[in-house]
Nanobody, 124 residues
Framework: QVQLVESGGGLVQPGGSLRLSCAAS????????MGWYRQAPGKQRELVAA???????NYKDSVKGRFTISRDNAKNTVLLQMNSLNPEDTAVYYC??????????????????WGQGTQVTVSS
């Protein structure tokens, strides 16, 4: 069984910074891509940033230059450093990971996993 546990959300003033962290645990064999999505009220969930197992990185255009994604393969974690936050960044942020994990003795399966979500609110 695999779990993704997020931390680091909260309330911040415009122009401020937050750092989100996500740790994957369980019977993990391989973690492929990891990333962060967000969903604002009344809107669809959207990709914010993603990093492949080889270090390739992709950002949503509106966060380029402000957000930085990084991963620590030894610790199975992915971080999102968010700077120069503005009210449009307000959303629930979800960690996502593409993981091959043990499902029962000798058998592995690759699945898409999600964290529980963490609220980020940017407001004065």
């Amino acid at each position: 069984q695999v779990q993704l546990v997020e931390s680091g959300g909260g309330l911040v003033q415009p122009g401020g910074s937050l750092r989100l962290s996500c740790a994957a645990s369980g019977s993990i064999r391989v973690i492929y891509g990891m990333g962060w999505y967000r969903q604002a009220p009344g809107k669809q969930r959207e990709l914010v940033a993603a990093v492949t197992s080889g270090g390739g990185i992709n950002y949503k255009d509106s966060v380029k230059g402000r957000f930085t994604i990084s991963r620590d393969n030894a610790k199975n974690t992915v971080l999102l450093q968010m700077n120069s936050l503005n009210p449009e960044d307000t959303a629930v942020y979800y960690c996502n990971a593409d993981i091959q994990a043990l499902i029962h003795s000798g058998s592995y399966r690759r699945d898409d996993y999600w964290g529980q979500g963490t609220q980020v609110t940017v407001s004065s």
